[in-house]
């Protein structure tokens, strides 16, 4: 049973790490692409930025969405491997169990962030870039803290597995391309619908305080606001998560 459950994990884990890669691939084809089309550079604060490195904060969000859902999906395959009811026999509340999920999800995100940062970076734009390194190591982690949180429910309550994989299509789609990840929300041709779904996004707040942390060039006040604005996302996800964990039935 031991080697068993050692096996599962281990595809599980392997399963996990493919995000972190691509988020690479990322970086260099579509930033790369999207620089041909766009242009150089692109409006960010008061100045203009190279868009490549505009655009490394929304592939390293990109890539803790994926390591998140990727993360959440073990809940299932747990659960209906019976994994769960035994890890939840142990004298473990579900409250560790999540958390042991969520610091996976954070550790996971911030490897495949240095990959980006220390790797992705210096080879395309010749310079290493983090102004403030908290600040980048403060957005990645309530950034995965979120988006774990966010696929949790649907993870433990949608029985079909068709069904499942046909919501998180939905929602991840939007979430990642109604944001300020690939583009600045600054921009006057942008229209105003798609400001305001864009502003009720938590993607946009994870990659505009990641983006404040490797480039800087943003006030102060607005950070701290952006900041207070995804931790009320994270909170309001992590309470939806545990109720919808403590009514699953084994």
């Known amino acids: 049973m031991y080697y068993r459950e050692l096996h599962i994990t281990f595809k599980i884990w392997w399963v996990s790490l493919i995000p972190v890669i691509t988020s690479l691939f990322y970086l260099f084809l579509f930033g790369l692409g999207m620089r041909g089309m766009i242009g150089e550079e692109i409006c960010w604060g008061d100045a203009s930025v190279d868009y490549v490195l505009f655009l490394a904060p929304g592939v390293i969000a990109m890539g803790t969405i994926y390591v998140a859902q990727s993360i959440d999906w073990t809940f299932r395959n747990e659960r ?19 958390l042991v999920k969520v610091l996976s999800t954070i550790t996971l995100s911030l490897f495949q962030a240095f990959l980006v940062l220390v790797i992705g970076l210096p080879i395309l734009e010749w310079e290493f870039f983090a102004a403030n390194i908290p600040l980048i190591l403060l957005s990645i982690t309530l950034g995965s803290i979120c988006f774990c949180f966010m696929f949790v429910p649907f993870m433990m309550m949608i029985k079909s597995s068709n069904l499942l994989i046909a919501i998180t299509t939905v929602i991840l789609l939007p979430l990642m391309l109604c944001s300020s990840a690939f583009y600045s929300l600054e921009a006057e041709t942008i229209p105003a619908w798609f400001k305001t779904v864009a502003y009720l996004n938590p ?3 994870t990659v505009d305080i990641l983006r404040a942390g490797i480039i800087g060039q943003v006030a102060y006040q607005e950070i701290v606001w952006e900041i207070l604005v995804l931790l009320a996302f994270t909170v309001v996800l992590f309470g939806i998560s545990l109720v919808s964990l403590k009514r699953v039935r084994l």
């Open 80 to 98: 209906d491997w019976g994994m769960l009811e035994e890890i939840l026999s142990w004298p473990v509340s579900r409250s560790v169990y999540i």
């Open 203 to 205: 993607m946009t707040y």
